[in-house]
């Protein structure tokens, strides 16, 4: 398997918070501003549970892509989970932190990457929508 740029990883990373049906995720290129990291990857979950299952998506699907994390922080409590993969840190909040803390905001001045639109692709267009809404009506 080959070696993916920092990007991709990144990239990957909000894939994978997708999948676990992350909100208002964003890929931030800190790296000209910060020597200690090139990306972060911030997402929002509405419970512990949820903040939980999409860090550990993100760093299984970056496992397998060959990225292993070097450090975790808040997984206990799981309001902020911090997943620090060298060239990426991925942050994922619950709502009251991720607004607390507004990463955003603090590196407002750096490249906020353009993410794949997920209605693009059909089968993520017909999986958002509620069964009621595709199902067609019993008896037609």
Known sequence: MSVLEARDYA????????????????????????????FF??????????????????????RDAGLRAIGHEGEREAKWILIDFGEIVVHV??????????????WSDVEH???????ADPEAELAAKPVAAIAEPVGS
Do not use: C, N, W
């Not at 990239?11 to 200690?36: F, H, Q, T, Y």
């Not at 999409?54 to 699907?61: L, S």
């Not at 990457?113 to 209605?119: E, V």
């Open 113 to 119: 990457l353009a993410l794949p639109d997920p209605a």
């Open 93 to 106: 909040f619950q709502p009251e932190e991720r607004e607390f803390y507004r990463l955003e905001k603090l």
């Open 41 to 62: 990857v911030i997402a929002t979950g509405s419970s512990d549970r949820q903040v939980h299952a999409i860090a550990d998506g993100i760093e299984r699907r970056l």
């Open 11 to 38: 990239l990957l990373a909000a894939e994978a918070a997708s999948d676990k049906k992350a909100i208002d995720l964003v890929v931030l290129e800190v790296g000209p501003m910060l020597v200690i990291t090139d």
